[in-house]
């Protein structure tokens, strides 16, 4: 069975400050594709990345990280130098090849203060 | 040009009623999505289109109908509307090609549509 935690409900921070954003997730599948997805305040869903089991290395865009690992079947997104525009939910998710579905952790909500 | 579009994007409307959304994509994926977003944020996965063919339904009711006239289009009926039908319903599209295969897996979403029901 497919599943994503997403353990931090919400996490507040303020300006300036680094915050990671923890996702785990199980599947049996060799092949599978993570991905994390930003919801801002207006609703629309925003892709941020999408990496693929054969590829464990990280990936930094800017002031967004994101370190895969296999070993410890964790997903994690660091924002660097957070901003009151990286204020959203945040979702992790996870797409098996096997099953054709995109399994969607429970999200984040970051709120960053000014 | 959009890549993948949703509408309506707002439908407001009375318990009981009948309402539809409609989704296009021109991504030239193979398979489509429909899912629910509630009150809490959780992104549900409801059905899955793939060539024209259901391979996915997760346990929705059946008041609720999908269709897909070609890979490029998934429809979401909805009969006898009722207060927990209220949502966002976001449309989505994949393609699933081969493992070697760069754009493999990758999914994009509509929108959404926000589904009031009074």
């Known amino acids: 069975a497919q599943k994503v935690t997403q353990a931090q409900t919400e996490i507040s921070v303020v300006e300036k400050e680094d915050v990671t954003l923890d996702c785990v997730y199980e599947?049996?599948?060799?092949?599978?594709?993570l991905f994390w997805y930003k919801q801002p305040p207006s609703g629309e869903l925003v892709f941020l990345i999408r990496r693929n089991s054969f590829d464990e290395q990280n990936e930094i865009s800017g002031r967004y990280s994101w370190n895969f690992q296999k070993s410890t079947s964790s997903f994690n997104f660091t924002i660097t130098a957070s901003q009151v525009v990286d204020s959203a939910v945040y979702f992790c998710a996870l797409g098996t090849s096997g099953t054709y579905k995109y399994i969607f952790g429970t999200g984040t909500r970051l709120k960053v203060l000014a | 040009d959009t890549a993948v579009s949703q509408t309506p994007k707002y439908l407001v409307t009375q318990m009981g009623n009948d309402k539809s959304i409609k989704c296009e994509q021109n991504?030239?994926?193979?398979?489509m999505y429909w899912y629910k977003q509630d009150s809490k944020k959780f992104l549900k996965i409801m059905f899955s289109?793939?060539?024209?063919?259901?391979?996915i339904n997760e346990t929705v009711p059946n008041r609720f109908s999908p269709k897909s006239p070609d890979k490029a289009h998934l429809n979401l009926h909805i009969n006898s509307l009722e207060l927990g039908d209220s949502a966002v319903y976001f449309c989505a599209s994949s393609r699933w090609g081969l493992a070697g295969d760069l754009n493999t897996g990758e999914l994009f979403f509509g929108e959404g549509s926000r589904l009031t029901v009074l």
């Open positions: 289109y793939n060539n024209k063919e259901l391979i």
């Open positions: 991504l030239g994926h193979d398979t």
């Open positions: 599947t049996r599948d060799t092949t599978y594709y």
